[in-house]
């Protein structure tokens, strides 16, 4: 059975940190890429961040560059995402998504409605930034 388990997500004032992990269990973690996107109240879904595991490559919206860093632990299966100088409109719900296929999973990740083409997802965790 294929499944992402997230944690992390909490409340935090503004310029504070969170981490979110996202474990990876029963399909071939070294073959896929896994990342997040998110949705504010009233927004759309967008892509935070993605990383190709086991070769490392990363995505980052422009939104979140040189704040988030998206890393993983092939040991694990996990993929962090680990998020500092957080504003206000970083609110959200983040999911964990990952796919296997042989997809250009950075411009799932950049295109806004793309996401509807991965098959994998997480629960969802908060994540609220207060002024």
């Known amino acids: 059975q294929v499944q992402l388990v997230e944690s992390g997500g909490g409340s935090v004032q503004a310029g504070g940190s969170l981490r979110l992990s996202c474990a990876a269990s029963?399909?071939?973690?070294?073959?896929?890429?896994m990342g997040w996107f998110r949705q504010a109240p009233g927004k759309e879904r967008e892509g935070v961040a993605v990383i190709y595991t086991g070769g490392g490559d990363t995505y980052y919206a422009d939104s979140v560059k040189g704040r988030f860093t998206i890393s993983e632990d092939n040991s694990k299966n996990t993929v962090y995402l680990q998020m500092n100088s957080l504003k206000p409109e970083d609110t959200a719900i983040y999911y964990c998504?990952?796919?296997?296929?042989?997809?250009?999973?950075?411009?799932?990740?950049?295109?806004?409605?793309?996401?509807?083409?991965?098959?994998?997802w997480g629960q969802g965790t908060l994540v609220t930034v207060s002024a």
């Open positions: 998504a990952a796919e296997t296929r042989p997809f250009d999973c950075f411009a799932i990740w950049e295109k806004r409605g793309s996401d509807r083409y991965l098959e994998l």
């Open positions: 029963g399909y071939t973690y070294s073959t896929s890429c």
